[in-house]
């Protein structure tokens, strides 16, 4: 199942849940099946032949849509692993521990697992077994502002080399109220998680920014959106990473059918990105050159997206 440059991606499908790894030619096989619920965000650990994966958990929390008003999600998702083959499936952070994780970042040399938890309004981590569950940031109070969407965290990426943690922010569905945020990775000395005077607001005004990876060779921070088509919503965009913030933003493909997940190949120069229609785009990042990449029709919607080097 590999790519023309020797990886493979590895997507999750939400309905009926499952890992599912993808081939250029649209050919494709699952490798972890009868997943539950809802999986979201998904890390691929090559040398180990380890997936991780979150999964946002049950109730009114549902992929294609923001809870209906008034209503308290249960807050019940998990971090899970297996092997690639299925094999050694298990729960790391348990229900009630993780909230509703959604993107995942796996940082294998310091041993950490990152996500952001969107109804609980966190930036959280923990170790790759799952023990010390810590929360970084927290945007607000559950339950009781669990419904302004504006405080919802959903993407997340580490800048290591900068020592800093991005996430976004995503907003109420087309109301253009979503913003991109960045602190550093350790919460500072004697300050709370909500309470940190480290946190920049580098973009606002965006449609619905949901994924996001990082291009370290050009510093370039890559996101996905949602959001109203009208105004560069269902895109996929990128901004300079530079001391003061970020720069020069470009939307460089338009036309998602409601974009989620964002892998970056930064050796063959391209993303990746998944959408809820199901379909795999590919773009070449240097020439901004989008090809439609594979779409398997009988798939169902497609989450997170992870290229990995197996």
Known sequence: MATKNGG???????RPPAIIALSPDGSHEVVVANLTRTPDGIKVDAETSTVYWTNMGTGIHL?????????????????ES???????????????????????????????????????????????????????????????????????????????????IYWTQKGSPDAGEGRIFRAGIDLP?????????????????????????IDHRDHMLYWTDRGDDTHDGNTLNRAKITPSGLANHEVLAHDLQEGI???????????????LGGNVRELDIDTKEASHFTTVAHLGPLTGIDYAEV
């Open 8 to 14: 493979t991606l590895y997507v999750l499908q939400t």
């Open 63 to 79: 992929i294609d849509s923001d809870p209906p008003p008034g209503a308290v999600p249960p807050n019940d998702g998990t971090i």
């Open 82 to 164: 297996a092997k690639l083959d299925g094999s050694e499936h298990r729960v790391l952070v348990a229900s009630g521990l993780a909230g509703t994780p959604k993107e995942l970042v796996l940082d294998k040399e310091s041993d950490h697992l990152y996500w952001c938890d969107r109804e609980g309004m966190r930036v959280m981590r923990s170790r790759l077994d799952g023990s010390e569950v810590t929360v970084l940031v927290r945007t607000g109070n559950f339950p009781d502002d669990t419904n302004d969407a504006k405080r919802h965290c959903v993407g997340v990426v580490l800048d290591k080399a900068n020592g800093h």
């Open 189 to 213: 000395a004697g300050e709370a998680p909500d309470g940190r005077s480290d946190i920049e607001c580098l973009l606002a005004d965006l449609p619905e920014p949901i994924d996001l990876d």
């Open 261 to 275: 997940g964002v892998s970056l190949d930064a050796q063959g120069r391209r993303a990746f990105v998944t959408d």
